[in-house]
């Protein structure tokens, strides 16, 4: 084993592990690429890392510079985690409706937590970053949304890691948020292979957000439009809290641990091995399960759990 | 056919305040004009100035977003369930 200068020389190059035991048809294979492996704990290291040296390298953002960004929870933790050991100052915009465990990891890594209203879900708690930032333009704000730093640290990062580790794969499944990861990885192995689909998973969130007051107020991530995410995507698909939460569980037997959008992802992979009629499947698992302890997901009663998941974000 | 359609909260006022309706037709597109037929009010928050669907609306029909089925010519049948849902940013982050 080799000894690592810091912390963050180990995001990425995480390990994919077979779970085939859990689908439903012989001829899929499905892979599962534990992204919470990553030090800061999810897929997020990958993008925040890649935002802030870019932001390092052309000027951006140096010493004294305090970092601002609006986050539902992993971005978060991961930018205050770097912000820590680069000496940033962080603050984070957060929708009241995170885990406690969230907002307990960014008081660990130092964040100052701009609270925004949860009934306005992710959408108002990036409008409140775009004023505060605003009104301090010496401050860095990376935009997670609509920095192509995102996507590239998984065009650069995820999708090569993939492609080394299983050639052979057909499907590829993620979540679908800011859509770095999907649209990274997509580019990368479609430009290897176009015949590699690549399937899109989404919360329900538009039903939990009912602070929306009108359309104008929608949001399509410019990372996704400017990497012309409609044509690059063969199918995008809803899963429902009850079901993510049934799949989280069903991970346990494979041994993950994991977060609630990761069994979202796992219920979609399902659903496309249902469908096949052979291939094989590389799905994200985007963190691991620690965060979302308090929400009472494993052992709870699913209908009390499922009712509780409505209430918050997870994805 | 009647099918099933769960409607966002910005367009239930324009549907008695229904979180679920049911219209006519055997394609999504058909079902759309059944339902602006029945509540007119719901057609600005539905199509586009230009006449399309409006971009920042999600169609789905059992829960897959239309666009990478058949479109408005998705066919929909009895016990299909149509979702509208606007974009909005999703909490991955």
Known sequence: MAVYESILDLIGNTPIVEVSSLSPNPRVRILAKLEGQNPGGSVKDRAAKYMVEEAEKDGRLGPGVTVLESSSGNTGIALAMICKMRGYPFKVVLPENVSIERRQLLEIWGAEIIPSPGSEGSNGAMRRAHEIAADHPDWFFPYQYGNPANPRAHYEGTGPEIWRDVPEITHFIAGLGTAGTLMGVGRYLKERNPGIQVWAVEPPAGEMVDGLKNLDEGFVPPVFVDNNGFE???????????????????????????????????????????????????????????????????????????????????? | MPVSVRLPTIMRTHAGGNSEVTAEGSTVGEVVEDLIRQFPGIAANLRSPEGGIHKFVNLYVNDEDIRYLDKLDTKVGAGDQIAILPAVAGGAA
């Open chain 1, 232 to 315: 690059l995507l063969d199918s995008k698909m809803i899963v429902r809290p009850r079901e993510s939460i049934e799949w989280t569980r069903r991970l346990t037997e494979v041994g993950i641990f994991a977060g609630i959008s990761s069994g979202a992802i796992m219920a979609a992979a399902v659903k496309c091995a249902e469908r096949i009629e052979e291939g094989v499947i590389v799905t994200i698992v985007c963190d691991g399960g620690w965060k979302y302890l308090s929400t009472g997901v494993w052992t709870g009663d699913i209908d009390e759990v499922t009712e509780r998941a409505r209430h918050i974000i997870y994805f």
